[in-house]
């Protein structure tokens, strides 16, 4: 059974640049969630997606969304870049999101320069 | 404010010492407690689920125990493969936005 996907693996970018993750969740799994894990933060709840709408979203800046697609995979797009986004962005998938919990990707490593 | 906090930080045990990871967490309305292992580089990965105080779950040598304020993660006879960043995490329905709040995990170091 084919676990939860993320592409690229890493990314650098400039500064002011945008950029667009991807992940491909476990099959049959209509829920995906995106993190983003630094080392002074942790890991933060950045947003949900359930059948192609954003069910919730964290504490972050409009400069960060996403969104998901009929198959259930989720692009997630940060815009004008700044040094702080460096981070290790997380995808997470669930059948229905929840109580039935999430499995977790391998992540995209993305440097800002 | 909605808190989740492990203790200790970081933990250094030799190959066979049992010890307990520590997660304790102030939210109202928890719907569940999660705790995953994490290796450099990778993604979290998934250990366990508790939903109510008492709740008890075994894995090998892992041990996951509930109460009302906090969680327990108990190793039995470590073996330096269990070395991994252990992460614990909360789904709650009090506000928020309803993904899970994770702490900032316990870097365990298993030594031969």
């Known amino acids: 059974k084919a676990g939860v996907t993320q592409t690229p693996r890493y990314l650098i970018k400039t500064r002011g640049q945008q950029v667009t993750l991807s992940c491909s969740p476990i099959s049959g799994h209509r829920s995906v969630s995106w993190y983003q894990q630094t080392p002074g933060q942790g890991l933060q709840f950045l947003f949900e997606?359930?059948?192609?709408?954003?069910?919730n979203k964290g504490n972050f800046p409009g400069r960060f969304s996403g969104r998901q697609f009929s198959n259930s995979r989720s692009e997630m797009n940060v815009s004008t870049l700044e040094l702080g986004d460096s981070a290790l962005y997380l995808c997470?998938?669930?059948?229905?999101?929840?109580?039935?919990?999430?499995?977790f990707g391998s992540g995209t490593r993305l440097t800002v320069v | 404010e909605d808190q989740v906090t492990q203790s200790p930080e970081a933990l250094r045990l030799q190959e066979g010492e049992s010890s307990s990871l520590n997660c304790s967490y102030t939210?109202?309305?928890?719907?569940?407690l999660f705790w995953y292992r994490q290796d450099p580089g990778k993604g979290p990965e998934f250990l366990f689920t508790l939903y109510s105080a008492g709740e008890e779950k075994e894995k090998e040598r892992l041990k996951a125990t509930l109460t009302k304020k906090e969680s327990f993660l108990h190793i039995t006879a470590p073996k330096p493969e269990d070395s991994a960043t252990y992460l614990c995490a909360v789904l709650h329905s009090g506000g928020g936005a309803d993904g899970l709040t994770f702490g900032k995990g316990t870097h365990l170091i298993i030594q031969p």
């Open positions: 997470a998938s669930s059948p229905t999101g929840g109580e039935y919990g999430y499995t």
């Open positions: 939210v109202s309305g928890l719907r569940g």
């Open positions: 997606y359930f059948s192609e709408t954003q069910r």
